[in-house]
């Protein structure tokens, strides 16, 4: 329905933000609605769901959270609250390379998570998220070519960067990045 809203962040609660965009408070639910901030303007990437119950948006901060979080809800027994949830605390990098990797361990972590929907996370997209880890690639060339300049090798670099939340600006992630690098 809508690709995306502009506008500032009116309230949020523990599930979900208020945007406002020209006099229209949309409700939005989103990952860690405590990473927005009240008053500050954002784009958020939307999707609309609608079942026979109701009508419900989701939100991101990056087209690369939305397009694997579509993915995700393809997945049969993944409805979009629990897809929601993986972006919590998972880096879409990470979400791709635990899938790739056939890493249940990492997927389990995630609330409602179980062996089984994470074997069939597993099962329906391994190898099919290869699009979206080049759009990952592409958006930490920038972080990468910081680390080199500090004299972090490559394979130091790429062991860290499905760890890093890359919807933060690039201070942030640098930051985090070599908290990474440094207790590796």
């Known amino acids: 329905m809508y690709n995306y809203i502009i506008g500032k962040i009116d309230s949020f609660t523990a599930n979900t933000i208020v945007i406002d965009n020209h006099g229209i408070g949309y409700n939005i ?5 405590y990473s927005f ?8 990437y939307t999707y609309t769901h609608q079942n026979e119950y109701e009508t419900s948006m989701y ?14 809800i393809d997945v049969k027994g993944l409805g979009p609250k629990v ?3 993986l972006f919590a605390t998972g880096s879409v990098a990470g979400i791709v390379d635990a899938i790739d990797r056939e890493n249940i361990v990492y997927l389990t972590k ?11 996370i597993i099962l329906d997209l391994k190898g099919k998220l290869a699009a979206s880890k080049d759009v990952v690639t592409s958006s930490n060339d920038e972080l990468v070519a910081v680390l080199e300049s500090l004299g972090y090798k490559k394979p ?29």
């Open 37 to 44: 901030n009240i008053g500050e303007e954002y784009k958020i």
């Open 59 to 72: 939100g991101f901060k990056t087209e690369d959270e939305k397009n694997l979080f579509l993915r995700l």
């Open 83 to 85: 897809a929601l949830g």
């Open 110 to 120: 995630f609330p409602k998570v179980g062996d089984k929907l994470a074997r069939q």
């Open 156 to 184: 130091d670099i790429k062991r860290v960067l499905p760890n890093v939340d890359y919807s933060k600006t690039i201070e942030e992630q640098i930051k985090d990045a070599l908290k990474l690098m440094l207790n590796n």
């Open 29 to 33: 639910y989103v990952a860690n609605p």
